[in-house]
């Protein structure tokens, strides 16, 4: 098992984790992410904010890490945290704990950066989702109604309810 930065020939990989997400999501009637672009996933790798969970070869989980968030966190964004998105594990290898091993992950980036506290949001009152981030750790702190999702991927625009999460690290 290995955690790195992605690298530009992974995002035809991270494309189908992210589609496998959103098929799953929307199975279990869920907010389902939308369809997101390769320049899409091509730029946050150029920018430094996909990291892949790599096992036998192969990336089992996928997530984004942002240094800021003023879109969700406003006020609360004021350079003590980093913010996860899109956290996701590859079909054949969910059941394996992995969440925990990413966010043991995420934890540790905060403190190697000089960071606070490790946050993340989910659309909607998803209450199985929300029981696992607090299983891995995180505080749950409540529903937030965003009124500004301008800039905010398209998921964001149908469902502003947002749940909000953080992590003292």
Not at 47 to 71: M, Y
Not at 94 to 105: A, E, L, P, S, V
Not at 119 to 148: C, E, H, K, P
Request: aromatic content about 10%; hydrophobic content about 35%; overall charge negative.
């Amino acid at each position: 098992m290995n955690i790195s930065q992605c690298v530009l020939k992974d995002a035809p990989s991270i494309l189908e984790l992210y589609n496998a997400a959103s098929s799953l999501q929307t199975s279990k009637n869920v907010v389902a992410w939308p369809k997101f672009t390769i320049e899409f996933i091509e730029k946050e790798i150029r920018e430094g904010k996909q990291f892949k969970l790599v096992v036998n070869n192969e990336i089992a989980g996928n997530w984004s890490v942002f240094h800021e968030d003023k879109e969700i966190w406003g006020e609360k964004d004021n350079g003590d945290s980093i913010y996860i998105h899109r956290i996701c594990t590859h079909p054949k290898h969910r059941g394996h704990n992995y969440m925990k091993t990413i966010i043991d992950w995420c934890r540790q980036h905060a403190i190697d950066i000089g960071k606070d506290y490790v946050r993340l949001d989910t659309l909607g009152n998803n209450a199985r989702l929300i029981a696992l981030y607090q299983s891995v750790g995180f505080d749950f702190l409540g529903i937030l109604r965003l009124t500004n999702v301008e800039g905010l991927p398209d998921h964001y625009h149908k469902e502003p309810n947002c749940a909000m999460f953080e992590m003292k690290v």
